[in-house]
């Protein structure tokens, strides 16, 4: 029978990891992922788990060390934060561009300045656009299971992509859960061997990253905008299998208590099971309301939001984090934008909170429920999205 | 010495390799002594190699789409980068071959990257490779200048020099700062070997690239690359000012293996540094005390090598001697207790 253990996040991400049988690890210490690759280097010294592990001197060498030791093969594995991801930017590009399946977690926290090591959602949203597929966990066995997953997606042939799974900074990371692992014989062959065609072989030479001159270089684009369009297939049967053995189903968009919901709450990550809390207590009193939360955050699962949200008249997007001069944050104008082409298409009011750290409570969502029905009657705010728990400066 | 070195067999000059990893049809410009380097030191080390080339000249006259002059497998990923990568690719060689997942992992990897990719913005990346000691060859194309985006000052670019970004004026001699030492960088590592070449010299660049592949741990080489692009000299000078740069001074030969150095060509009767400058128009505005400043880091930049590798010739000469003494010593016991023991069964 399978028995739930008390352990912290990062520690089972580290176990699925090592499940995966990675060949190489690169890391540089940064705060909340540092228990994950703590946790890595111990089972490698231990002899637990067979894998290079690479203190490298920089996020820039650890992903620019990764792309080099997929070129050559290897499966790989790394884990970053905040400045850590911004710090690999450059390269992330890179990585989906010579479509190497590297794996990588994001434990997300804020961007500075000013310094926050807390968390919210600013380093992988300034990260939109790498190619890299993108998933957001809301649990602990959600991250190991993430872990799972990603590692058969990317060494799918088909896919050939890297993937971030993103796990809250401290709020997941840190926190001691009861987490179902699995034996590795209980895993079965879940998990393909690592097997990769295009490699640096000197049985067979390729050139890889050549100069792309105008005439190839939008094409090289699309290819790579195909691929993830496409790596959707691929992932949505990875969660299929998973649910089919073991019996824990993943959607692109995860529904709760949304029948006859007229408001839909939407978030992403681990404020997620906060927000349920809040859908539940407004349900008793009566309030039709539900939550979608988005999981697969690239590619972005169009059709299935677009099903999610088909009988809703209000959406209250949360994000969090604040795109600049920008009229709402990035989940809100996804999801607007998602929308837009749509007859009958609900109202969209976007909401940020919980940034660096400050703490997200059920009365936030209260909050949330309340001005979005209030926008919808009375008409919108003057300003395209609200902060909530901003406190006069 | 390292033990991998008592096996080194010298390239013969009748007989050198034939298969050009670099192939013929790149787009580099006519005359350019850094493809000239790149293609020798490629041509030592043959068919069985990955390179990992840093974005800069050598990356775009050899990859630009659907062409490849690689005969090779070659990756390309950043600026910055080439040393980070070339160790994530030992990396996986090496644990792939540990887990049984490849059968050979005494692949050579040269890392190639140009004097702005080296001293400037990659020097970060190579100083991490270098501390955790990847096996890999890493090779720098001086060619004094960021050539690739327009002749534009790097750390690495001579005193005196005009450049895009340092031009002279009124207020300006050009470059303003003498050259970072690489070689110096790389030595205070403690790599087991650093070296520099020149094409001009191409059996010298050729065997110390072998010797760089022989050797276990980080490899670094520091190659003269004449431009006359940014140079502003004829294409035929190419080697000429090769040449000149060794027998100048200005650009001495010489190995460091496990912290010894050692002097490849002690020039005795050196050149005036005028002959070298006076061929390239970067240095035409200079004037004669400009030339004499010049002229006086050479000569104290050369006396320092020569004072370096003395020490080891010192050094080795003391051990010689030390090992005569200590030979002739137990042969003078030797015979005592010979003697002894005769005069011992005797009595």
């Given at each position: 029978?399978?028995?739930?253990?008390?352990m912290?996040?990062?520690?089972?991400?580290a176990?699925a990891?090592q499940?995966?049988?990675?060949?190489?690890?690169?890391?540089?210490?940064i705060?909340?992922?540092?228990?994950?690759?703590?946790?890595l280097?111990?089972?490698?010294?231990?002899?637990?788990?067979?894998?290079?592990?690479?203190?490298?001197?920089?996020?820039?060498?650890?992903?620019?060390a990764?792309?080099?030791?997929?070129?050559?093969?290897?499966?790989?594995f790394t884990?970053?934060s905040?400045?850590g991801?911004?710090?690999?930017?450059?390269?992330?590009?890179?990585?989906?561009?010579l479509?190497l399946p590297?794996?990588?977690v994001?434990?997300?926290?804020?961007?500075?300045?000013?310094?926050?090591?807390?968390?919210d959602h600013?380093?992988?949203?300034?990260?939109?656009?790498?190619g890299w597929?993108q998933?957001?966990?809301?649990?602990?066995?959600?991250?190991?299971?993430s872990?799972?997953?990603a590692?058969r997606?990317?060494?799918?042939?088909?896919?050939?992509?890297p993937?971030?799974?993103?796990?809250?900074?401290?709020?997941?990371?840190?926190?001691?859960e009861?987490?179902?692992?699995?034996d590795?014989?209980?895993?079965g062959?879940?998990?393909p061997?690592?097997?990769?065609q295009l490699?640096?072989?000197?049985?067979?030479?390729?050139?890889?990253?050549?100069?792309?001159?105008?005439e190839?270089?939008?094409?090289?684009?699309?290819?790579?905008?195909d691929?993830?369009?496409?790596?959707k297939?691929?992932?949505?049967?990875a969660?299929?299998?998973?649910?089919?053995r073991?019996?824990?189903?993943y959607?692109?968009?995860?529904?709760?208590?949304?029948?006859?919901?007229?408001?839909?709450?939407?978030?992403?990550?681990?404020?997620?099971?906060?927000?349920?809390?809040a859908?539940?207590?407004?349900?008793?009193?009566?309030k039709?309301?539900?939550?979608?939360?988005?999981?697969l955050?690239?590619?972005f699962?169009?059709?299935?939001?677009?099903?999610?949200?088909?009988?809703?008249?209000?959406?209250?997007?949360?994000?969090?984090h604040?795109?600049?001069?920008?009229?709402?944050g990035?989940?809100?104008q996804?999801?607007?934008?998602?929308?837009?082409?749509l007859?009958?298409?609900?109202?969209?009011?976007?909401?940020?909170?919980g940034l660096?750290?400050r703490?997200?409570?059920?009365?936030?969502f209260?909050?949330?429920?309340?001005?979005s029905?209030?926008?919808?009657?009375?008409?919108?705010?003057?300003?395209?999205?609200?902060?909530?728990?901003?406190?006069?400066? | 010495?390292?033990?991998?070195?008592?096996?080194?067999?010298?390239f013969?000059?009748q007989?050198?390799?034939?298969?050009?990893?670099?192939?013929?049809?790149h787009?580099?410009?006519q005359?350019?002594?850094?493809?000239?380097?790149?293609?020798?030191?490629?041509?030592?080390?043959g068919?069985e190699?990955i390179?990992v080339?840093?974005?800069g000249?050598?990356?775009?006259?050899?990859?630009?789409?659907?062409?490849?002059?690689?005969?090779v497998?070659?990756l390309?990923?950043?600026?910055?980068?080439?040393?980070?990568?070339?160790?994530?690719?030992e990396?996986?060689?090496r644990?792939?071959?540990g887990?049984g997942?490849?059968?050979?992992?005494?692949?050579?990897?040269l890392?190639?990257?140009?004097d702005?990719?080296?001293?400037?913005?990659?020097?970060?990346a190579l100083?991490?490779?270098?501390?955790?000691?990847?096996n890999?060859?890493?090779?720098?194309?001086?060619?004094?200048?960021?050539?690739?985006?327009?002749?534009?000052r790097?750390?690495?670019?001579?005193?005196?020099?005009?450049?895009?970004?340092?031009?002279?004026?009124?207020l300006?001699i050009?470059?303003?700062?003498?050259?970072?030492?690489?070689?110096?960088i790389?030595?205070a590592h403690?790599?087991p070997y650093?070296?520099?070449v020149?094409?001009?010299?191409?059996l010298?660049?050729?065997?110390?690239?072998?010797k760089a592949?022989?050797?276990?741990?980080?490899?670094?080489?520091h190659?003269?690359?004449?431009?006359?692009?940014?140079?502003?000299?004829?294409?035929?000078?190419?080697?000429?000012?090769?040449?000149?740069?060794?027998?100048t001074?200005?650009?001495p030969?010489?190995?460091?293996?496990n912290?010894?150095?050692?002097?490849?060509?002690?020039?005795?009767?050196?050149?005036?540094?005028r002959?070298?400058?006076k061929?390239?128009r970067?240095?035409?505005?200079?004037?004669?005390e400009?030339?004499?400043?010049?002229?006086?880091?050479?000569?104290?930049?050369?006396?320092?090598?020569?004072?370096l590798?003395?020490?080891?010739?010192?050094?080795?000469?003391?051990?010689t001697?030390?090992?005569q003494?200590?030979?002739?010593?137990?042969q003078?016991?030797?015979?005592a207790?010979k003697?002894?023991?005769?005069?011992?069964?005797h009595?």
């Amino acid at each position: 029978m399978p028995t739930r253990t008390p352990m912290e996040v990062s520690i089972a991400v580290a176990k699925a990891v090592q499940q995966a049988d990675v060949d190489v690890i690169a890391a540089y210490p940064i705060t909340p992922q540092t228990h994950i690759v703590e946790h890595l280097s111990e089972l490698v010294a231990n002899g637990e788990l067979q894998a290079n592990f690479m203190n490298v001197e920089s996020e820039h060498s650890a992903i620019s060390a990764m792309v080099g030791a997929a070129a050559a093969g290897a499966s790989t594995f790394t884990a970053t934060s905040s400045q850590g991801l911004a710090l690999m930017h450059e390269i992330l590009f890179i990585a989906s561009s010579l479509r190497l399946p590297i794996v990588m977690v994001v434990a997300n926290r804020a961007l500075s300045g000013p310094i926050s090591i807390w968390n919210d959602h600013s380093d992988i949203m300034a990260e939109r656009d790498i190619g890299w597929i993108q998933v957001f966990c809301e649990n602990g066995q959600e991250a190991y299971d993430s872990i799972l997953h990603a590692f058969r997606v990317v060494r799918d042939p088909h896919v050939l992509l890297p993937m971030v799974v993103n796990i809250d900074g401290f709020n997941l990371t840190h926190v001691i859960e009861p987490i179902y692992l699995f034996d590795q014989e209980e895993l079965g062959d879940y998990l393909p061997e690592h097997r990769q065609q295009l490699k640096l072989d000197i049985d067979h030479p390729v050139t890889m990253g050549p100069v792309g001159i105008p005439e190839v270089y939008t094409e090289a684009k699309k290819q790579v905008e195909d691929a993830l369009v496409n790596s959707k297939q691929t992932i949505l049967a990875a969660w299929q299998e998973f649910a089919r053995r073991f019996g824990r189903t993943y959607a692109p968009i995860e529904a709760y208590r949304v029948e006859g919901a007229k408001i839909l709450l939407m978030t992403m990550g681990v404020i997620s099971r906060t927000a349920m809390g809040a859908v539940d207590r407004l349900r008793e009193r009566g309030k039709a309301v539900g939550l979608i939360r988005c999981r697969l955050w690239r590619p972005f699962p169009l059709p299935e939001f677009r099903e999610a949200v088909r009988q809703a008249s209000i959406i209250a997007v949360v994000d969090r984090h604040i795109s600049l001069g920008a009229h709402s944050g990035p989940v809100c104008q996804e999801v607007r934008s998602a929308l837009y082409t749509l007859p009958n298409r609900p109202q969209v009011f976007g909401f940020v909170l919980g940034l660096g750290g400050r703490d997200v409570t059920v009365h936030d969502f209260f909050e949330i429920v309340e001005l979005s029905e209030q926008y919808a009657s009375q008409g919108p705010p003057a300003s395209e999205y609200t902060h909530i728990g901003l406190r006069e400066v | 010495m390292e033990t991998a070195l008592d096996t080194f067999e010298k390239f013969d000059p009748q007989h050198l390799p034939e298969f050009e990893p670099l192939a013929p049809g790149h787009r580099a410009c006519q005359g350019c002594g850094e493809v000239l380097a790149l293609r020798l030191a490629a041509k030592a080390l043959g068919r069985e190699m990955i390179v990992v080339s840093a974005t800069g000249c050598m990356e775009i006259i050899s990859s630009a789409y659907p062409q490849t002059a690689w005969r090779v497998p070659w990756l390309h990923v950043a600026f910055e980068n080439a040393a980070a990568v070339a160790s994530g690719v030992e990396a996986a060689l090496r644990i792939m071959k540990g887990k049984g997942k490849i059968t050979r992992d005494d692949i050579p990897i040269l890392a190639v990257a140009g004097d702005g990719g080296t001293a400037d913005i990659g020097l970060q990346a190579l100083s991490g490779a270098w501390e955790r000691g990847h096996n890999f060859i890493y090779l720098c194309l001086d060619n004094e200048a960021y050539m690739n985006t327009g002749i534009q000052r790097s750390s690495l670019t001579p005193y005196g020099a005009a450049t895009t970004t340092s031009p002279p004026g009124k207020l300006s001699i050009g470059e303003g700062h003498f050259k970072k030492d690489l070689p110096a960088i790389a030595v205070a590592h403690k790599i087991p070997y650093v070296a520099t070449v020149n094409p001009a010299y191409y059996l010298d660049l050729m065997n110390k690239v072998k010797k760089a592949a022989l050797i276990q741990g980080p490899a670094y080489l520091h190659a003269f690359s004449p431009c006359p692009t940014g140079w502003r000299h004829e294409g035929r000078y190419a080697v000429k000012i090769a040449r000149l740069a060794v027998q100048t001074r200005v650009f001495p030969l010489y190995e460091v293996i496990n912290g010894k150095y050692f002097l490849n060509r002690k020039v005795t009767k050196p050149k005036p540094v005028r002959e070298y400058l006076k061929l390239q128009r970067r240095f035409a505005h200079l004037t004669e005390e400009d030339i004499e400043i010049i002229q006086e880091n050479v000569n104290n930049e050369y006396d320092r090598l020569l004072r370096l590798s003395e020490e080891v010739d010192l050094e080795t000469k003391l051990t010689t001697s030390f090992q005569q003494y200590l030979d002739q010593l137990k042969q003078q016991m030797d015979e005592a207790y010979k003697k002894l023991r005769e005069e011992f069964q005797h009595t």
